[in-house]
Each structure stands twice: as C-alpha cells, then as structure tokens.
Antibody, heavy 117, light 107 residues
Framework: EVQLVESGGGLVKPGGSLRLSCAAS????????MNWVRQAPGKGLEWVSHMSTYKYYADSVKGRFTISRDNAKNSLYLQMNSLRVEDTAVYYCARDPGSSSWYMSHWGQGTLVTVSS | SYALTQPPSVSVSPGQTATITCSGD??????ACWYQQKPGQSPVLVIYQDGKRPSGIPERFSGSNSGNTATLTISGTQAMDEADYYCQAWDSSTFYVFGTGTKVTVL
C-alpha cells in the first residue's frame, strides 16, 4: 500500500527557514515523479514543486525553496528559506502515478507551516 | 501564465446531476483531471486523463474535456459527494495548474 507521511511543519518567523520531509512506503520514491502542493487556510490548492528527472518550481517559491530526495531513506524533502507570511499553508506531498503522467494519484495527510512574527 | 477557472459553488439536490466546469485556454488540447477534497482531509483523485476513473471511484463520477472546457459530472449525487472539487492540468510553462475550486453543496 502506498503511504506518504509528511513532517517538519511548525511555527517560524518571517525570513526563517524550515525543512519538510515526506516519508514514502509501499513504492520506490525515485521511480516516480513527486510533488509538494500547498493550501493556505480557507484557500485552494497551489502546486509548489516537482521532482523526477527534472526539478520544477512555482514562480512564487523559485529561488527560496529547494526540493530534494534521499533514495536510501525513500524520502522527499522541501527546504524552505526566506519564508514569508504568505507561505503559511498545509503542505502536502503527492505522487504522480507514473512517468510523464502529470497528475497526482496519491497524497499524504499534510503538515502545517505557519509563518508569523 | 496558464490559469484554470471554476465556478465558486454548485448546488444540487440528492439524486440529481451536478455539473462542474473548468475553463482554460485550449484546455481540450491538454489532459484534465479532478480531485475531491472533503473538510479536513487530503485531496482524492476522482478523474484522470479527462474521463478515466481510478480504482474505487464510483461510476457516478464522469468527466469530459473539449475546446476550452473540462467538465466533471456527478450523476445521482449523494450527500457524501458534498466537497470541494478542483480541476488540474499540466502546462509546459506553468507546470501543474489547479483550478480555483468549486464547493458542491447537496441540498
């Protein structure tokens, strides 16, 4: 069974940093496209970043966020620097169903990031 | 940048058909998919590649995509279908794009 478990969220001050983790089980993470998607309180879904053969970022986070993975730990990460109040959201880890599929078949439960002074 | 627009809300009576639209420039040239999100829960994929249903998704969910509009149809809507629905497509410049979201209320 595919499982994605996010962790690392919390309260951070504007300008601060945080690293989110997504532990995958039931499949080999490096064989699939993986994404971070966020949802601000009461708002819609916003794609943040993708990693497969390539790394892609939304314009709103480019230059501040870095996606990476540790194959040995079967885990995905999102390093978030220079955080802003508007980065406050639940961050979901989500998996593409296969190569070049460009949609998300499996989602984690999310981790809340709050950026506030 | 590429954008997808949905109506903010749709109301439907139990047993009736709910239709949710998703509009974007030449959306019919891309694949569209749909996610269902209930309060406090993670999104769930209900339609992919315009009209395919993942395993476990009821047959009352169907989708189509042509021209500038993708459509999610819920036939015989049930109270459990009350949720937010998001369309999503992939664009070569904007990558993964989500629609603005539609709240479906079953009255």
């Amino acid at each position: 069974e595919v499982q994605l478990v996010e962790s690392g969220g919390g309260l951070v001050k504007p300008g601060g940093s945080l690293r989110l983790s997504c532990a995958a089980s039931g499949f080999t993470l490096s064989s699939y496209g993986m994404n971070w998607v966020r949802q601000a309180p009461g708002k819609g879904l916003e794609w943040v970043s993708h990693m497969s053969t390539y790394k892609y970022y939304a314009d709103s986070v480019k230059g501040r966020f870095t996606i990476s993975r540790d194959n040995a730990k079967n885990s995905l990460y999102l390093q978030m620097n220079s955080l802003r109040v508007e980065d406050t959201a639940v961050y979901y880890c989500a998996r593409d169903p296969g190569s070049s599929s460009w949609y998300m078949s499996h989602w984690g439960q999310g981790t809340l990031v709050t950026v506030s002074s | 940048s590429y954008a997808l627009t949905q109506p903010p809300s749709v109301s439907v009576s139990p047993g009736q058909t709910a239709t949710i639209t998703c509009s974007g420039d030449k959306l019919g040239d891309k694949y569209a998919c749909w996610y269902q999100q209930k309060p406090g829960q993670s999104p769930v994929l209900v339609i992919y590649q315009d009209g395919k249903r993942p395993s476990g998704i009821p047959e009352r969910f169907s989708g189509s995509n042509s021209g500038n509009t993708a459509t999610l149809t819920i036939s015989g809507t049930q109270a459990m279908d009350e949720a937010d629905y998001y369309c999503q497509a992939w664009d070569s410049s904007t990558f993964y794009v989500f629609g603005t979201g539609t709240k479906v209320t079953v009255l």
